[in-house]
């Protein structure tokens, strides 16, 4: 299969080769970098274009742009939305290099100088499925405690949703949270939330952009089945110093980038950290008052232009949680990426940026009696530490062959290492270790896309990845005789690897296309396909992950997952580009998704694989959205009807059930209004069907006891209340006519005080042992006001 796979690719190269080799005769290429005017920072998805034609293009990931044109006079026009739109002239006789500033508008509110960056609108791309977010976009909506939350800005997009306040994760069309690839400057993150799911891990300030990718998946990404929110670290003001930053009534923060050499080389430093634990110290008292309860994170970047042509850029992450009750209970933790990344430019026509990261996630658990034992007693003390480690390198081409054609091109390379669990337990001076073996992977890919677009109605991306997953020794690989589905299964004989051996080895082609048509300016159609595969498993029998839980590679006992899916959208763009709007419809299939026998053992079992099966998950729904850029009120609106379905051999009877995270109907409101230049209100509400869950609905009387019982054998047969919440938040910015500037943020959660159901499980009344009674489990049941000072210089 990987012979064939590589003959199809070099057909592919081919293709272009015969397609595009003709000279471009009388033709030049104008390239170069857009940067903000005020602080040096490149600019994503900047509308690069010459007005009146359909000459045009946008700026890449990493600001840059390369646009090919006849030789001659051209005028060209670079925008984007909340920046002064320029037009430059320019006579092309040779390939030129062209950087560009863009001067932010000095009114938001002033219609006529914010232009939006047409090329990027949503009828205008070639992908499907994509959402694009801004940080100034985030800083408009409803805030929780007053702060500023990549992830809750997400979740108010179509077809993004959780489980509910307190879950980690998000949920993209009806996949698990572990099958969204989550990357902060390419690197891997593999916990995306402090304090059990409340806030992101991702600091606003140092956050220059974001896009979710739900479908219609470029070739360049791989590795999850779900979706990619491909987060944009800033890289440093290069033009002064500034500072900026915020204390609130749960966490406070600071940013400080300034360049080290103006206009060369520049630096970003942002922290954070809370002091819940620190605030509660007063009233704790008892077994609680060592409580502890905070989280903390860093994150840094620098860069170094050596030249027009080359630029180095080095970025990290670090942040833990911590929680703990004295020396009794203890928990922590949290993740550490690296990404180191070279921008070259060969010529007008052809980019590279060659990434190398390093992530880690690591988690520990202790438990002791030393605070509570006596004299005479034993000290009896248990701990668990597990994490995953991984290595990656990835050069990215870009080819602008002409104004119709660029070409995307590269390869990736992942080693993991899987530290599943080593748990140490000690009673009095005995001490025994149990250790589930280290695994290791080797994920690489070869990847190539084509954007074509003969005409300003017709576009197309057509692409192909090949996968290759290798499971690596030192290792033992397990055999099991088939049992019926839903019991664990029975082992037969095993298979010893020494170090560096392949024990497995999975090799998979994954195809994408996307097709749009315009009808006209304001309205197009686009459909979209995309095979996707995962080589590694969260496993988790909770109703949502935890930071506790395992990661595991696949093997010979446990297939890839594979997703196939199907977009289709309609996009229309107001006239005057004031708001624009859009329907789409999507059908997805996955194989091999794991899910449990009754009552599994998932922590320090070398065998876990007897404890998994196979499952088939589809899911389909509709999204519409609304949008409003431009103007006093801004904002969106996004509305959700979806279904995610499992079926699992020996569970439900052999039919499909719903997804723990199935919700039918999920309603987004986020609107932001201009009251003046110092004053903004804004609003978020919320409502989604509940959520799916397993209740008896039957009972047995047996010698006086009542034992309820599924009579159906159907799993989440029952679903929650409806979830919904209203969030409010205003804005006072102070005077902002000294170099200090300051704002206070107001923010209410959960404005009436809605207790929305977590989980609901059953218990005897208290009052009447004989009556059972159902409990409703919120995580938030009250108000939460929340105030921040946010202040920059």
Known sequence: MKTKAILLLSAFCMLLGVQFSSAQQGKYTVSGYVKDKQNGETLIGISVGKPGTSLGTVTNQYGFYSLTLPAGDHELQFSYIGYTSIKQTIHLQKNTKLDITLEPSSS????????????????????????????QQMKKMPTFLGEVDVLR???????????????????????NSDENLILLDEAPVYNSTHMLGFFSVFNPDAVKSLNLIKGGFPAEYGGRTSSVLDIRMKDGNSQKLNINGGIGNIFSRLAVEAPIVQDKSSFIVAARRSYIDVLMKPFMKGDMKDTKLNFYDLTAKANYKFNDNNQLFLSGYFGRDVFGFGSDVNMNWGNATATLRWNHVFNSRLFLNLSTYYSKYDYSLSFSNSSKKSESEALEKYDWTSNIINYGFKPSFTWYLNTKSTVHFGAQAVYYTFKPGTGIGQEGNDQKTKQTPDKHALESALYIDHEYKPSKKFGIQYGLRLSSYQLLGTGTEYYYADTTPGIRKRLIGTKNYG????????????PRISVRYAFNDQNAVKVAYSRTTQFMHQLSNTASPTPLDIWTPSSNNI??????????????????????????????????????????????????????????????????????????????ISYTLSRSERKTPGISMNEWFLNRYDRTHNVNVVISHTVSKRVSVSGNFVFASGTPATFADNRLEFQGWDIPYNSTEKRNNYRLDPYHRLDLSLTLKGKQEHRWKGEWVFSLYNVYARRNAYTVYFRQNPDDPDKKEAIRLSIIGSIIPGITYNFKF
């Open 499 to 510: 170090a560096g051996e392949v024990m497995k080895t999975y090799p998979y082609l994954e």
């Open 108 to 135: 938001q509110l002033n219609e006529v100088t914010i232009v939006g960056n047409k090329q990027e609108k949503a009828i205008n791309t070639l992908n499907t499925s994509i959402n694009r977010l801004d940080i």
């Open 559 to 636: 297939e890839p997952m594979v997703s196939n899916q199907y977009t289709a959208g309609y996009f229309y763009n107001a006239p005057n580009d004031n708001y624009e709007l859009s329907a789409e419809v999507f059908y997805k299939t996955t194989d091999h998704q794991l899910d449990y026998i009754d009552n599994a053992n998932l922590q320090l079992n070398p065998q876990i694989e007897a404890d998994l099966l196979p499952s088939q998950g589809r899911a389909y729904g509709l999204e519409l959205y609304a949008k409003k850029d431009i103007g006093k009120t801004t904002g969106w």
């Open 153 to 175: 800005a997400i979740q108010t997009l179509p077809g993004v949703q959780t489980v509910g306040e307190g879950a980690s994760g998000f949920n993209v069309r009806g996949g």
